[in-house]
C-alpha cells in the first residue's frame, strides 16, 4: 500500500490519513513533503495490549510543539537546525522507512495552565501545555521535514483537551477510521 495523499501546505486534506494495516498491526503514515532523503515515515502505537487506556490523536504538528514549548517542567530541544550532525543523521535513520522496525508515534500529556497577563492572572485566559514522554526528536524532526500532522498517543483521560487543543483541523473523524479501539 502506498502512502495517502495527506495536508497540502494550505492545511487542506484531499484524503484524510488513515492507519495502514500491515502483518504486525496498524500504521501510521505521515507525508514529508520536504524531505530529501525519503518521503514519509511509519508510526505504531505505543501501548498495544487491550485495557491500556490510551488513544491516538491526530495532532496539528504546529499547535502542538506550540503547547511544547511552554513546558517548563521538562526537557524542550532546540530546532532541528541547532542540533549536531550525528544528532540528525541518527533520527534520519531511525525514522527511515526502509528499516524494518517501525518507530513507535510520540506519547504526550497535556494540560492547561494560566496564560500570561492579566487575562491570565485573573483567571480567564488559559494556554495549553504539552509534555513529550517519548518522541520530542521524532516530532521535532518532522516537523523541520514538512510535516504537516502526526499521530501521538496520550492518555484517554487526555483526548478531549489535546484534540481542542492541538488537534488536526479536519482530520478527526470517525476514531476507528485513525485506529482508536473499536
Given amino acids: 500500500m ?50 491500556t487506556r490510551h488513544e491516538v490523536v491526530i495532532v496539528d504538528l504546529h499547535k502542538l510543539l506550540l503547547c511544547a514549548d ?24 531511525f525514522l ?9 508515534m510520540p506519547y504526550v500529556t497535556i494540560s492547561k495552565r494560566r496564560a500570561g497577563g492579566v487575562a491570565g492572572w485573573l483567571g480567564l485566559a488559559h494556554v495549553g501545555v ?3 514522554r517519548n518522541g520530542q526528536h521524532r516530532a521535532r524532526y518532522l516537523a523541520w521535514a514538512g510535516a504537516q500532522w502526526m499521530p501521538v498517543e496520550v492518555h484517554e483521560r487526555e483526548v478531549a483537551l489535546l484534540r ?6 479536519g482530520l478527526e ?10
Fill in 130 to 132: 504539552v509534555a513529550f
Fill in 2 to 51: 502506498s502512502p495517502m495523499s495527506l495536508p497540502t501546505p494550505d492545511g487542506h486534506s484531499p484524503n484524510p490519513p488513515a492507519p495502514l494495516q500491515s502483518a504486525c498491526g496498524q500504521h501510521w503514515i505521515v507525508s514529508l513533503p520536504d524531505h530529501q532523503a525519503y518521503d514519509h515515515v511509519r508510526f505504531k502505537r505505543v501501548f498495544t495490549t487491550d485495557g
Fill in 96 to 104: 527511515d522507512p526502509e528499516n524494518e522496525r517501525v518507530p513507535q
Fill in 164 to 169: 481542542e487543543l492541538c488537534g488536526a483541523a
Fill in 70 to 93: 511552554r513546558d517548563d517542567t521538562d526537557y524542550v530541544l532546540k530546532p532541528v537546525d541547532d542540533w549536531h550532525v550525528g544528532k540528525v543523521r541518527g533520527i534520519r535513520e
Fill in 173 to 182: 473523524g470517525e476514531p476507528a477510521e485513525y485506529g482508536a479501539p473499536g
